[in-house]
């Protein structure tokens, strides 16, 4: 079955559209055939025709991925895994925490889409951003990420840390469910983060942006 018609009805929507959404389907079907296209021979990553955030934000509006969780990091559309309880749980401790702690001061947004450059849309599990209205246009900047991580420790802190860092975002941590740990990752420059810390139970994180709030350890992995 060809990756156009694997899209189904939606994709044969898509066609029907002007040229610059049809150019816009072409990206998307390559890019979901990176992992094919790798193992063979002469098709280098030079070769791979990467999505421009655009381009990924027009799929959305026309509901390409309505039934599919993704999410577009360094021009590639990512399948995000299921939550288990450890990692939900996480999450919803954190929200519970800081949004009163903030209101007035921030919006804090949970797994909702964030502006990383041209070629990136990460979906945090949480994401502490300026005050504004985001309606028309997703923040292109945060005051904190938190991502929690029990499979994806990796992919949190490999793929997506260089993206808060070159973002400017002064706090990034990493809630490791396993080892009930949070890595705070902070100093971005570049595209890293040159401080990085682990904090356990017991321990109490002041964010940077606002230092009279401050988060305990156990507060989210009690």
């Not at 509901?63 to 309880?85: C, K, N, S, Y």
């Not at 985001?134 to 904190?144: E, G």
């Not at 991502?147 to 808060?164: F, H, I, N, Q, W």
Request: aromatic share 6%.
């Amino acid at each position: 079955m060809s990756v156009l018609r694997a899209l189904g009805e939606k994709a044969r929507e898509v066609l029907a559209q002007d040229a610059v959404q049809h150019r816009a389907l072409r990206c998307y079907a390559g890019s979901m055939q990176v992992e094919l296209w790798t193992n063979l021979p002469d098709v280098g990553p030079s070769a791979i025709r990467r999505l421009r955030r655009d381009e990924y934000d027009r799929l959305v509006e026309l509901g390409v991925f309505d039934r599919e969780p993704v999410e577009l990091i360094q021009g590639v559309i990512v399948r995000m895994a299921p939550q288990g309880a450890p990692h939900a749980g996480a999450v919803q401790r954190s929200n519970e925490y800081l949004v009163p702690k903030l209101i007035g001061r921030a919006h804090v947004r949970v797994q909702l889409p964030l502006i990383a450059g041209d070629d990136s849309e990460p979906e945090p599990d949480l994401a502490v951003v300026p005050l504004g209205n985001y309606d028309l246009v997703h923040p292109a900047a945060a005051r904190l990420v938190i991502e929690v991580a029990r499979t994806s420790l990796a992919y949190d802190r490999d793929a997506k840390g260089p993206l808060y860092a070159k973002m400017g975002v002064p706090d990034f941590w990493v809630v490791v469910v396993v080892n009930r740990v949070i890595e705070v990752h902070r100093s971005p420059r570049g595209e890293r983060y040159e401080s990085v810390e682990t904090y356990r139970s017991g321990a109490s994180i002041a964010t940077t942006a606002f230092p009279d709030v401050a988060v305990d350890v156990s507060t989210i992995l009690p």
